[in-house]
Each structure stands twice: as C-alpha cells, then as structure tokens.
C-alpha cells in the first residue's frame, strides 16, 4: 500500500484539534501547519505525534499557506484537512483500500458533511460539498489567493463516496468574522483586480440572487429555519462584499438621477422570482393533480 501524508491547517483550534488529529491517527504520516497560533493548538499537535511547521498567520492567504506542509510531506499521497474537520472511518476505509490498488488518479474529490449551528446542513450549497483534498504529492497545490477556488491540479480526477466531516460554524459571531471580514476582503479584491465595477442596482440585484440562489435554487428551504438564516446570512455576506469595494474605491459617489428606478426595478424582479420560486415548490409538492395543474397555469398566466 502506498503512503500518505495528512497536512492539516490551524490557527487557535485548540478545542477541535485533537477530534482532527484522531481521526487521522492511520496515516503514515501528521504535519499541522500551525499559523502562529497563541493558543494550546501546538501544544496538543505534537502530543499527538503530529509534526508541527510554525509560520506567520495570514487569513487573506489561508489557503496557499497550506502549500507550506504538502512541500514538506515525505509520503506519495497528501490528504489535506483542516483543524476543523475530521476524516470519517469510512473515509479511512476507502482511502486505505485505493491506495492498495494501481490505477490511480491524480487527485480526488471528497463530499463534506458541515455541522453548521448544531444541524448537519443537506441543502443551501453545503452538500455534497465536494472537495478536492487527495491527491499524488507533486501534483496538487493552492495557486491562488482566492478562498473559493481550490486545490489545483494536474491530471485526472475523480470523486470518492464517502466523507470529510466540517464541524463548521458555531456561533453566529464566527459566521461573521468568517465570511464577513476575512472571506469579504478576499471576495472583494478578488473582484477588484477582475475589474468589477460597482452600479448601484448590484446593492440590491447580487445578494438577493445570492439568497434565492441558496434557499429556492438549492432547496435551503428544506433545511427548514437554520436554511433561511444561512441564506440570509450568505446575502448579506456578499453585501459586505460590495460595501469594501466601495470603500476601497474612496466611497465614490454615484448618479442619483436614475438610483430610484433602478432600485425599484430590482425590487420588482425580485418579486417575481420570489414568486416563481413558490409557486415552482407549491406544484413540486402538491400531491393533487387538479391543484398541481391549476399552479402550472397560473405560473404561466
């Protein structure tokens, strides 16, 4: 069987550490890159056996930081997790068994189950949750200062069946500081240096497509209370998105002349889409053809 690597980043995670090193205790091999935590997260990894790399803590570049521990890993195989998250039993199962094997991909997708304010979260976006986390050493890495994008690599992928485990948000408080101040800084220069250009109508226009993207489109709605607090939440993160690209364009000011009627139109489109989402759930879910019938022609009408 080949060798692995885990590579697991922290920062202050002196509570989950221990649940992620544990769940990892199979692999050839622990490397948590601590960035300069000033909590017991160093302390608790290397009683665990895990081999700690201090470096400088940067949330803006959270994610190439990690490059730092897959440059390090000794192993054919790097698995890539983070201090709050957790490789199931099943997982090691599986991972265990292809690396037994000897036709291998380059890297492989992995679904996340997030534990977001006590639920495990099966729509909003959250799930499958696919991860790129295992791939050959040499053949994957972060490239790029943007959050969202991923381990790139190069060659062939594909997706493994069973999960990483995201003991994600626990408070409403690390929600916003999160997605709110470090993820929107990222969000928003990443936008910036695409050129962006801020109208007025965005304000209004993006974080509502961001809510019904998250709790009719992707069925958010059936996660039931904590659905429409995370898509509300998610809307309003990408206000605060468009609010430091403002700011960081001086707080320019903008035409007045139209700002009603743009504002207004926006409101208007997004009531009919509020009102085809509804209806659209409204037949789905009705069990009787008459009603389902009457809901598609007034949808039409």
Known sequence: ????????????EEIKIEKCLKSLLWADEV??????????TSEISKKLGALVLTQPNNPLLIDLQKNTGFKKAKNEWILCIDADEAASPELKKEIQSLLKGKNFKDGY?????????????????????????????GKGEF??????????????????????VHYNYETVIQFIHKNMIIYAQ???????????????????KIPS??????????????DGI????LSLLMAASQLIVLALIWEKSGFKKAETKNLIEDVGEEFK???????????????????NPINKFYQKIRRKL
């Open 1 to 12: 069987m080949q060798k692995i690597s885990a590579v697991v980043s922290a920062y202050n």
């Open 109 to 137: 997708f992995i679904p996340r189950k997030n534990i977001i304010f006590g639920k495990q979260i099966e729509y909003c976006g959250w799930y499958p949750d696919h991860q790129l986390r295992l791939f050959r050493k």
């Open 209 to 222: 497509e961001e809510f019904l993207s998250r709790f009719f489109a992707r069925k958010g709605y059936k």
């Open 143 to 164: 490239r790029s200062d943007h959050v969202h994008e991923g381990i790139q690599i190069d060659g062939q992928v594909e997706y493994l069946k069973e999960h990483i």
């Open 31 to 40: 490397i948590v890159v601590d960035n300069s935590s000033t909590d017991k």
């Open 186 to 204: 990222n969000e928003a220069n990443n936008l910036i240096n695409k050129n962006f250009v801020l109208k007025p109508r965005d304000l209004i």
């Open 226 to 229: 904590h659905g429409l607090f």
């Open 269 to 287: 489109n997004l009531n009919k889409k509020v009102e085809h989402w509804t209806t659209q759930i409204k037949i789905e879910d009705s069990k």
